[in-house]
């Protein structure tokens, strides 16, 4: 990957700027929040990534980014700067491959990655959110039927038999 330099007025300027609490990330904050989700905010996810989840779901195993048009370079949205269109063009390619290596690593470790755009509509993108979540709830909701058979679930779970033949629920 190319090594992207900028002048010292040009780091001063940017290093004001914050990679965290974006107006798109705090309004989906927001949003997940109202719906009662709880989540990590800027989250080390892996080891094998520097990657760090805008919002991070650990027991579902869900990372949310909420990415920039600019920075990552949105097909509908982005432009390059007139000043140094080349060096700019290079840097964001770099950054759309570097979300992809990451989007890979982390998929590989078992992690559901989603990527919403700053544009996108917070609904809709707290919406794919919480399908992703209630997915992961569906699933651990049928595992803990199995294991722990209740009167609600008895019909559904086989009987587990003993010495004497009896179903585990009548015990």
């Known amino acids: 990957m190319q090594h992207w330099e ?47 989840g805008d919002l991070v779901f650990p027991r579902a195993r869900v990372a949310v980014f909420v990415d920039g048009c600019f920075w990552h370079w949105c097909e509908e949205h982005a432009h390059l700067p007139k000043a140094n269109a080349e060096l700019w063009r290079a840097k964001l390619l770099a950054n759309r491959r570097r979300d992809a290596s990451h989007d890979a690593v982390l998929r590989a470790e078992g992690w559901r990655v989603i990527r919403i755009w700053e544009h996108e509509d917070v609904t809709a993108a707290a919406d794919l959110v919480e399908a992703a979540l209630d997915r992961w709830d569906r699933i651990t909701s049928r595992r803990s039927e199995r294991a722990y058979p209740t009167a609600a679930n008895a019909s559904r779970a ?14």
Not at 19 to 44: K, M, N, Q, S, Y
Request: aromatic share 6%; charged share 35%; hydrophobic share 30%.
């Open 6 to 52: 900028a002048d010292e007025h040009r780091s001063r300027h940017m290093a004001r700027f914050g990679r965290r609490d974006t107006a798109p990330e705090l309004a989906l904050r927001r949003a997940l929040h109202g719906r009662g989700r709880r989540f990590f905010v800027d989250r080390r996810i892996s080891s094998r990534t520097r990657a760090r």
């Open 158 to 171: 086989p009987a587990a038999s003993s010495a004497g033949g009896r179903p585990y629920a009548s015990r």
